[in-house]
């Protein structure tokens, strides 16, 4: 069975500063993708970012990039220059399954907030 | 913002009632899902589609039960709502691509009382 497992249910960084989020999940399959959430308070849940597990190269969206370590299973957030609406619940995400057929189970959650 | 709406926001209803959480999306999108989500807490899949007529149960356990007659509509119903039921929940739609973006709705968040 395909798990994700965040193991950091809050953190805490400086404006300005640099955080990163750990995920680790559990599959048997070769190609899969990843995916990080960000769900601000009160508001609806978005995607900051994701990784196709065939693709070496980590992806990055401006101020937000992965590092993918597939042989140990890693996919962590690192978020730069952290600013103040960055605070919010942060998700990894897998999508399971093949083709039109998968799904997309979440992770526990890592609760960020931005001090100013 | 993403075309994809839930209603009603709130919900405060007695136990034993018949509850419909709404659901529905603009952008053709084939995949739908509902998660049930206590505050600050992860997301479980309770129900998810691959299109019409396609309805499958997720991970979590759940009493709710689903529809997707149309593709643009995947509501959600309580036949009798209990306390245990109290919870946010949300709702996604996506395309068919393993690899694609879901967008979330704001949640129903569900009191039983």
């Known amino acids: 069975a395909q798990t994700v497992t965040q193991s950091q249910p809050e953190m805490s960084v400086q404006e300005a500063e640099t955080v990163t989020l750990s995920c680790t999940y559990d599959?048997?399959?070769?190609?899969?993708?990843l995916f990080w959430y960000k769900q601000p308070p009160s508001r609806q849940m978005i995607l900051v970012i994701r990784?196709?597990?065939?693709?070496?190269q980590n992806a990055t969206e401006n101020r937000f990039s992965v590092n993918f370590q597939k042989a140990a299973k890693s996919f962590s957030l690192k978020i730069s220059d952290s600013q103040l609406g960055d605070t919010a619940m942060y998700f990894c995400?897998?999508?399971?399954?093949?083709?039109?057929?998968?799904?997309?189970?979440f992770g526990k959650g890592t609760k960020l907030s931005v001090k100013p | 913002e993403a075309d994809i709406y839930q209603t009603p926001r709130y919900l405060v209803i007695g136990t034993g009632k018949k509850i419909t959480l709404e659901c529905s999306q603009t952008?053709?999108?084939?995949?739908m899902y509902w998660y049930q989500q206590d505050p600050g807490m992860e997301l479980h899949l309770i129900h998810y589609?691959?299109?019409?007529?396609?309805?499958e149960k997720g991970d979590l356990s759940s009493e709710s039960t689903v529809s997707r007659i149309r593709t643009e509509h995947f509501p959600l119903t309580l036949e009798s709502a209990r306390p245990s039921h109290t919870s946010q929940y949300l709702c996604?739609?996506?395309?068919?691509?393993?690899?694609?973006?879901?967008?979330f709705g704001q949640g129903t968040r569900l009191t039983v009382v």
């Open positions: 996604a739609s996506s395309e068919g691509a393993m690899n694609t973006e879901a967008f």
């Open positions: 599959t048997s399959e070769n190609n899969y993708y």
């Open positions: 990784q196709e597990a065939y693709k070496q």
């Open positions: 995400a897998f999508m399971r399954g093949r083709g039109s057929q998968g799904n997309l189970i």
């Open positions: 952008m053709g999108h084939d995949k």
């Open positions: 589609s691959y299109g019409v007529n396609s309805t």
